[in-house]
């Protein structure tokens, strides 16, 4: 009697110890995993070799039930909204930067900002390259470091940009000729220190990151300011570096310091926080990019974690 | 090799006889089984003869009959390639020819200044290519031979062959083969034979060792010559740094010495080291045709003065010149970091000159040349000196008169400096990161500020915030901790504010920051910018792997606008040295500029005769603390050193903290006594070398150099208790070129010796110090000339050595015809004594072969045991099967337990039945049937029924036994027909 009970408790710490390893691998080991009770679902681990693998991805878009992530490496890659990896290219020269943003223009052309190279990338969706241009320089027509793109409902381009003497917004037309430019370094309203994204929503307010001053700025298409959004309270935002607009209307902004996504009404109210600090799906690490797609799903490229995180936004 | 064994007690042998005795009874014993009592015997027999054989003093001994034989073949310079390239081959033919012997070894043993071990001792032995290097300058066959008696195999009768010249330079040869020849080696000899070419070689170059300056003195040369010939003769001096050719004639040569004189005069003080060479057709060793000398001039002293900033102060030199001081001006690149150079000047003084700009071999030397050479140093202040220049806990500030940290003020004029480190997007940037830090609280001093900024986890964050520095130790820990944390910074503001509020609200003198970054991260914002420079707080950028220009212009305009400097950086190395210089900066807050008269505090020689009048103003100086032994003589408004000196080892140094330009000493300038002062300083400072009586004698002998004083007083007695001090340097400058302690001892009254190595040829600088009975230093320079080795002397063999050496080592010369291998070496065996081994043997059997007569092993329980062990592990289960018990081992006397049912008759005593008798079963059976009634009838009757019972039973067992004993035979018999 004794015997069987020993037996018993014997086997039960067999089979019990090798789930639990099983389970500890598979959670360690895999590369997709999600987290049923907060709806997170997140692929991705570092590495450059096949899809999947990210070094530092940190440019993100949604486009046509796809997923766009731009990271270190060079490369562009393409995922359905499983993580399951369609296609990926490579831009030309990565070894002084990368592109921090992935817009996508009326022509459904892929336009990245080629930062470091200080210039504008085009391509098809399948990859191949379309157009390339800009110049380094200070002046209208060049850039510094173009971070951002967005365009407004007359179809100019508007670009946000760093730099010394290139702390500003810089608009192109469809022909990618000057327009307008607004902004200069400072933290004042209308002041900008390190713009990294750029988004315009469908009443054409322009809402620029300004990563260096930790907020969002709220401007009209002519570059009138009109306001702040994420600078004060508790929760303000610790550089954010991207930021994306949901369906209703709302701001995602995303925290690199914070590690975490933060949501705002359009006037600025902080409505609610998505994600925070750590590794599991749902949990970031100096994440660099938020997309929202169009039918509500909010995709975060996290950076530090190399893994790209997926969940449906709460009505 | 044979053995046969030897007895010391041979009489004792004949206790063997015990042997057969002890067999027989052995064989009587019948309590054991056979295997056992053969045993037991065997052992006892083998136990009896050990002891037998230790009582009798066993011993063994060895004879053997093997030769190893050791060639010693002289590879040095003495002897020329073919005559060394025939002695190869005589080895070779010697091997071939005589090694016959299967079990003989040969070996090679090669030697110069070292002995080394060519080929091993081996059967067959077969010379290929020489392989080992030894050095050629020196011939030491005495450690030879040494190393062939140490690395004989053992067992071998040993025989030395030496193939030499004989020309040694080390050791005694013939010492040596006397210490083999009574260890059992001989030695014979193959003389190799040297000369009989023409040679011309310098005998001889001398120099007085001390010259006065313009005095003009002769350089004797002898040059020995075998045959007439013509050559070409050069002499060359080399001093104060530069090397001349003073002549280069053509000269006829006889047979035997010629002579050659040169007269020379020298102006300048220094070591002056001459060289002659010689160069003939007739000459067949080129290295014997050179030959050094040296002389040392005592002039007036030189002084090399070090002017950091040749643009401002160009006021002192011309005064010194005027004033008759020989003065060598250069800038800082031009100061030698050798001691060897440094000798040749009698005072430095460094104006203006930083720490930063100097390595650690000048700081090291300028210490060493006061304490250990009695040079004199000056120095003079300015805004890059003192502390403010980087000298804090350098081992220049030994020597000074004053420290550079500041102790002992109310209000301490200290520096913050706050160091933001974006430096993780350049390779191991972030191991920079720490070494920076480090480099940066190197300089500062206890009091001073430091804080250090970085994006770490948590966003923007103090790696440790600005603070007194103390003791170091925490900050280099947190550093240490953190600096692998360090982030990527999205923009300069954030830390550029906090380290802006840090330091707006403390207390320092001077306050600075510092970045490293790529210059990517966004700028100060403008409000930001001009906070800074509202507060004075300038900010140094260092640029690192920046994009773009754009990203330099970022610092570049930082450090403009603030006031700092900037730096745009390649190579991570020069990292440390730029953050050190920077934080040398804040040290600036030693410095005070105000206008004051300087007091004197005490009236020393220096400023003596400026009692009466005064000093003119001064309009600033570097703080510093006096060191308690040094004289401060004039002192600051404050109470701070202005003007200080002291003693410091043989030399003396004076620290002016104030400059000699128009900045801090206008009013200095143009004072009618500005040259008179300065040059007393120097004068005072300067290395002095008074006449002495000393007679200084070097020499070179047996690879040492040694100096030897005799010490006499002006009377001719001998000065005792001198305790003299010595240090030479090495030929040849550069590192080697630092000096070196001589132990100088008194061996005899008024005589001290002292002995150095010398390896490389040149000319050696030696200084004696000593203290002169009337108390002052003196330095008495000179040196130690060594010319060529003196295995390039020889010109012929030496024979009668090789004789002696053949004779001491019970050898022969040998040719070509002898036979090295010959067996006809006197051997004595080689005896071992043994009876200890028996005895222990017969020890350890003893209780052996009492173990096997007595203890009685159950075998098989002891595998039952082992297989109920195993058999509980299930897997095994099915390979060892359950263990039956069998028949334990009996002895003689009976079984110790009771037979097993198998080998006897199965007793059922159940139902056997006597004849006519119930059977004891039915016996039982009835008998349990009436208990059992009586038990319940009457319970009180006690012990009845047992009783019944028993005897009953009893009964029944006594009448079958007797039944089974007779019928045991018929039921045998019943049985064997019911099986068939």
């Known amino acids: 009697m004794e015997d069987d009970l020993r037996r018993m408790n014997r086997r039960y710490f067999f089979f019990g110890s090798m789930a639990l390893s099983a389970l500890g691998a598979g959670a360690v080991g895999c590369g997709s995993a999600s987290d049923a009770s907060t709806g997170w679902f997140a692929w991705g681990e570092r590495g450059t070799g096949g899809g999947g693998t990210f070094r530092a991805p940190r440019a993100i878009a949604a486009f046509n039930e796809e997923v766009y992530v731009a990271d270190r490496s060079g490369r562009v890659q393409v995922f359905d909204y499983d993580g399951v990896h369609q296609r990926t290219w490579m831009i030309p020269r990565y070894d002084k930067g990368t592109p921090t943003d992935i817009g996508f223009d009326a022509q459904g052309r892929v336009i990245l900002p080629d930062t470091h190279y200080s210039r504008v990338l085009a391509y098809t969706t399948e990859g191949d390259p379309v157009d390339q241009w800009g110049e380094y320089g200070t002046g209208v027509n060049q850039f510094i470091y173009p971070t951002g793109v967005a365009w407004d409902s007359q179809g100019l381009q508007y670009y946000s940009e760093y730099g010394v003497d290139a702390e500003r917004i810089h608009v192109f037309d469809a022909r990618n000729q000057f327009v307008r430019q607004w902004g200069e370094l400072g933290n004042g309203p209308g002041q900008l220190n390190r713009a990294m994204a750029i988004l315009i929503d469908a009443d054409d307010t322009v809402f620029v990151v300004d990563t260096g001053n930790s907020r969002i700025q709220r401007f009209d298409t002519q570059g009138r300011w009109l306001g702040f959004i994420g600078d004060q309270g508790p929760d303000r935002l610790r550089y954010p570096y991207d930021a994306a607009l949901g369906p209703d209307g709302t701001l995602f902004v995303c925290d690199y310091g914070g590690h975490t996504i933060r949501q705002y009404s359009k006037t600025g109210e902080h409505l609610r926080d998505y994600g925070q600090p750590g590794r599991g799906p749902g949990r970031f690490n100096c994440p660099r990019g938020v997309t929202v797609s169009a039918d509500g799903w909010l995709f975060v490229a996290d950076t530090e974690n190399n893994r790209i995180h997926r969940r449906m936004l709460d009505a | ?980």
């Open chain 2, 1 to 980: 090799m044979s053995y046969w064994p030897r007895f010391v007690f041979p009489w004792m042998l004949l206790l063997l006889l015990l042997i057969p005795w002890s067999v027989w009874i052995g064989a009587r014993i019948r309590s054991l089984g056979t295997f056992r009592k053969w045993t037991a015997i065997t052992l006892r027999c083998v136990i009896l003869a050990c002891l037998v054989g230790a009582l009798a003093g066993a011993e063994l001994a060895k004879i053997n009959d093997r030769l190893a034989v050791y060639f010693i073949l002289d590879r040095s310079n003495s002897i020329s390639e073919e005559r060394a390239q025939a002695a190869e081959e005589l080895i070779r033919q010697y091997c071939e020819t005589y090694q016959t012997n299967k079990d003989d070894k040969a070996g090679v043993i090669v030697v110069g200044e070292q002995a080394s071990i060519e080929i091993a001792p081996m059967q067959k032995m077969k010379l290929e290519k020489i392989l080992s290097y030894v050095n050629g300058e020196q011939t030491d066959l005495a450690q030879a031979i040494r190393l062939a008696v140490a690395a004989f195999p053992q067992g071998y009768m040993r025989r030395i062959v030496l193939l030499t010249d004989g020309n040694e330079t080390r050791g005694s040869v013939l010492e040596e083969t006397k210490l083999a020849q009574a260890a059992g080696v001989t030695v014979d000899v193959v003389p190799i034979q040297i000369g009989g070419t023409r040679e011309t070689r310098i005998k001889e170059i001398s120099t007085p060792n001390q010259v006065a300056a313009d005095e003009p003195f002769h350089i004797r040369v002898v040059a020995n010559a075998t045959d007439d010939c013509q050559g070409i003769l050069r002499v060359y001096q080399k001093g104060r740094g530069e090397r001349r050719l003073l002549r280069s004639d053509e000269v006829n040569l006889q047979a035997g010495d010629n002579s050659f004189l040169l007269t020379q005069e020298l102006t300048k003080s220094g070591f002056y080291e001459y060289e002659v060479a010689l160069e003939t057709e007739a000459d067949t060793i080129p290295e014997n045709n050179s030959g050094r000398s040296f002389s040392v001039v005592q002039g007036e002293p030189v002084v090399l003065y070090v002017e950091g900033d040749p643009d401002n102060s160009a006021a002192l030199g011309p005064a010194l010149q005027a004033e008759g001081v020989d003065i060598e001006r250069v800038g800082v690149e031009g100061l030698p970091a050798s001691m060897a150079e440094l000798q040749n000047y009698d005072a430095v003084i460094l104006s203006n000159v930083s720490a930063t700009e100097l390595s650690y071999d000048h700081l090291q030397s300028l210490e060493l040349m006061v304490r250990d050479l009695g040079i004199g140093l000056i120095m003079i202040g300015g805004d890059d000196t003192f502390g403010a220049g980087g000298y804090l806990n350098t081992p220049i500030e030994k020597a000074l008169p004053v420290d550079m940290e500041v102790k002992d003020r109310k209000i301490l004029p200290k520096g913050a400096l706050v160091a933001i480190l974006h430096t993780c997007e350049f390779q191991n940037g972030n191991a920079w990161a720490l070494q920076i830090g480090l480099a940066s609280l190197q300089v500062l001093s206890y009091q001073d500020m430091m804080g250090a900024l970085g994006y770490l986890s948590g966003g923007d964050s103090w790696i440790y915030q600005l603070q007194t520095v103390g003791d170091k130790s925490r900050m280099t820990a947190l550093l240490k901790k953190s600096a692998q944390m360090i982030g990527d910074m999205p923009s300069v503001n954030g830390t550029l504010q906090m380290a802006y509020t840090a330091l707006a609200n403390c207390d320092a003198a001077v306050k600075r920051i510092i970045i490293i970054s790529d210059g990517d991260p966004g700028g100060p914002n403008p409000t930001l910018l001009s906070d800074l420079i509202k507060a004075k707080i300038s900010v140094s950028t260092v640029c690192i792997s920046p994009h773009s220009p754009n990203d330099q212009l970022m610092l570049s305009n930082l450090a403009k606008n603030t006031g700092g400097k900037y730096y745009y950086v390649t190579n991570p190395r020069t990292l440390p040295q730029i953050f050190s210089k920077e934080a040398s900066v804040v040290k600036r807050g030693m410095m005070i500029e105000k206008e004051f008269t300087p007091a004197i505090k005490h009236a020393s020689e220096l400023v003596s005769s400026y009692l009466d009048e005064g000093f003119p103003n001064l309009h600033g100086y570097v703080i510093t603390s006096p060191k308690d032994s040094a004289t401060i003589a004039l002192v600051s408004h404050e109470g701070d050193p202005v003007l200080a000196h002291w003693r410091y080892g043989l030399g003396k140094s004076i620290a002016f903290t104030p400059d000699v330009t128009t900045r801090w000493a206008p009013n200095w300038l143009p004072w009618e006594h500005f040259r008179q002062f300065w040059a007393q300083a120097v004068r005072w400072v300067v290395r002095q070398a008074p006449a002495s009586n000393m007679r200084i004698e070097t020499r070179v002998a047996e690879g040492q150099g040694r100096v030897r004083i005799d010490a006499v007083d002006e009377e001719g007695k001998f000065v005792n208790f001198l305790r003299p001090q010595a240090a030479y340097t090495v030929p040849g400058g550069g590192s080697e070129g630092n000096s070196n302690n001589v132990e100088l001892v008194q061996t005899a009254p008024g005589i001290y010796e002292g002995a150095f190595p010398v390896e490389k040829s040149g000319a050696y600088m030696v200084n004696i110090s000593y203290t002169d009975p009337e108390g002052r230093d003196v330095i008495v320079p000179t040196g130690l000339a060594l010319g060529y080795s003196r295995e390039y002397e020889y010109s012929s063999s030496n024979y009668p050595l090789l004789e002696k050496v053949a004779a001491a080592g019970v050898g022969r010369i040998l040719t070509l015809n002898d036979n090295p291998f010959a067996h006809n070496l006197t051997v004595a065996p080689s005896i071992s004594p043994i009876w200890h081994i028996l005895a222990i043997l017969a020890a350890c059997l003893f209780p052996i072969e009492i173990f096997i007569r007595r203890v009685v092993l159950d075998m098989s329980g002891l595998w039952i045991a082992v297989a109920g062990l195993l058999r509980k592990l299930r897997p095994l289960r099915q390979w060892i099967a359950e263990p039956q018990r069998r028949a334990p081992v009996t002895g003689r006397y009976g079984s110790a337990s009771p037979p097993p049912p198998e080998s006897s008759v199965t007793h059922d005593y159940t139902d056997v039945a006597a004849e006519g008798e119930p059977s004891f079963g039915a016996v039982i059976r009835e008998t349990r049937a009436e208990t059992t009634q009586k038990a319940e009838a009457a319970t009180s009757a006690d012990g009845q029924g047992h009783s019944d019972l028993t005897s009953k039973l009893l009964a029944v067992k006594k009448r079958t036994d007797k039944q089974l004993r007779r019928g045991k035979d018929s039921s045998d018999e019943d049985k064997s027909s019911k099986n068939q």
